[in-house]
Structure formats: structure tokens, C-alpha cells
Antibody, heavy 116, light 107 residues
Framework: EVQLVESGGGLVQPGGSLRLSCAASGFPFSRYSMTWVRQAPGRGPEWVATIGEDGSETYYVDSVRGRFTISRDNVDNFVTLQVNSVRAEDTALYYC?????????WGRGTPVTVSS | DIQLTQSPSFLSASVGDRVTITCRASQDISTFLAWYQQKPGRAPKVLIYAASALLSEVPSRFSGGGSGTEFTLTVSNLQPEDFATYYCQQLYRYPRTFGHGTKVEIE
């Protein structure tokens, strides 16, 4: 069974940092791109970042480029999102998903709240 | 960036109705479009990919169509469990983008 379990979210002050993690299991992790999607309260989903199978290719939405970094560990089957210089508009539920196109499997998400 | 415009934003319907949601892309995306259903407190669930391909566990009352810049999601014989918010998403180019959603409510 495919499982994606996100962790690392929480309350952070503007300008602060968090490290979000996603533990993946139940599928050949190293053969799939991985993606983070976020959803602000009352809003639709927003694609944030994707990392290729071997980690050599990464893609970001403009609003987070230079502040967020996606990475992966193909030994322990983790994908992480380092979130730096956070802003109020980064407040959202952050989901880990599989793939680079459409997303069939989602975790339950980890919430990030940016507030002073 | 490719913009996706969904219409309507809200839709009131009754059980048994046939409803259609439209998603328009700001440029040609061929059939690189997916549709999702989301219920409160849950992650989005993909229903359709490649504009018209239904995932195996999705009921056949859901159907998708279109190509290029105009796409539709149709739900025939609306069931109580279908009242939810629906989103389209393009996978033609980065950044991946989603529509703003269509909330299907009970009339």
C-alpha cells in the first residue's frame, strides 16, 4: 500500500525556517518524481515544487524559488522541503504527492502557519 | 504561466442531475489536463487524467472531454457523495497550475 506521511510543519514567525519531510513507502520510490503541493485555508491547491527521480532536476513555483529547496533521499525514501524566509502567504497545508504530472497519491499534509 | 479558468465557481444541483464544469486554459495544452474532487478535510482525489481517461475506481457517471484550451467535466446522475469542490490542473508545462475550483452544492 502506498503511504506518504508528512511531518515538520508548525507555527513559524515571518522570516523563519522549517524543514518539512515526507516518508514514502509501498512503491519504488527512486523511480518516481516527487512533488509538494500546498493549500491555503479556503483556497485551491497550489503546486510548489517537484524533484526528479535522481534529484538532479528540480522545479519551483516562482513565489518560492530562492526560499524553498526540495531534496530527496533515495536510500531512506524521504523527500524534504526546506522552507526559508517564510511569509504570511506561505501559510498552508503542505501535501507530499507522487509524480510530476497528475497526482494520484497524497499524504494527509503537514500544516504551516506563519504568524508573529 | 498557464492560467486555468473554471466556470462556474458555484453550482447548485439536485441528486440525479447532470452537471458540467468547464475549464479553459490560457494556451493550448493538448490533453495534458487532470480533474480532481475534494471534500472538506480531505486531500484532492484525482478522477480523470489526460483530459478524458477515468481512473479505474472512479464511477462511470464521471466523464471528461476536450483538448487544446477548452475542457469539460460532466457528472451524470449526480449522487449525494458527489457534492464537493472540483479542480482542473494542467500538466503541460511548469509551473503546474490548478483552476480556482467549482463547488457543487445541494440545491
Amino acid at each position: 500500500e502506498v503511504q506518504l506521511v508528512e511531518s515538520g510543519g508548525g507555527l513559524v514567525q515571518p522570516g523563519g525556517s522549517l524543514r518539512l519531510s515526507c516518508a514514502a513507502s509501498g512503491f519504488p520510490f527512486s523511480r518516481y518524481s516527487m512533488t509538494w503541493v500546498r493549500q491555503a485555508p479556503g483556497r485551491g491547491p497550489e503546486w510548489v515544487a517537484t524533484i526528479g527521480e535522481d534529484g538532479s532536476e528540480t522545479y519551483y513555483v516562482d513565489s518560492v524559488r530562492g526560499r524553498f529547496t526540495i531534496s530527496r533521499d533515495n536510500v531512506d525514501n524521504f523527500v524534504t522541503l526546506q522552507v526559508n524566509s517564510v511569509r504570511a502567504e506561505d501559510t498552508a497545508l503542505y501535501y507530499c504527492t507522487i509524480g510530476a504530472g497528475w497526482y494520484e497519491h497524497w499524504g494527509r499534509g503537514t500544516p504551516v502557519t506563519v504568524s508573529s | 504561466d498557464i492560467q486555468l479558468t473554471q466556470s462556474p465557481s458555484f453550482l447548485s444541483a439536485s441528486v440525479g442531475d447532470r452537471v458540467t464544469i468547464t475549464c479553459r486554459a490560457s494556451q493550448d495544452i493538448s490533453t495534458f489536463l487532470a480533474w480532481y474532487q475534494q471534500k472538506p478535510g480531505r486531500a484532492p482525489k484525482v478522477l480523470i487524467y489526460a483530459a478524458s481517461a477515468l481512473l479505474s475506481e472512479v464511477p462511470s457517471r464521471f466523464s471528461g472531454g476536450g483538448s487544446g484550451t477548452e475542457f469539460t467535466l460532466t457528472v451524470s446522475n449526480l449522487q449525494p457523495e458527489d457534492f464537493a469542490t472540483y479542480y482542473c490542473q494542467q500538466l503541460y508545462r511548469y509551473p503546474r497550475t490548478f483552476g480556482h475550483g467549482t463547488k457543487v452544492e445541494i440545491e
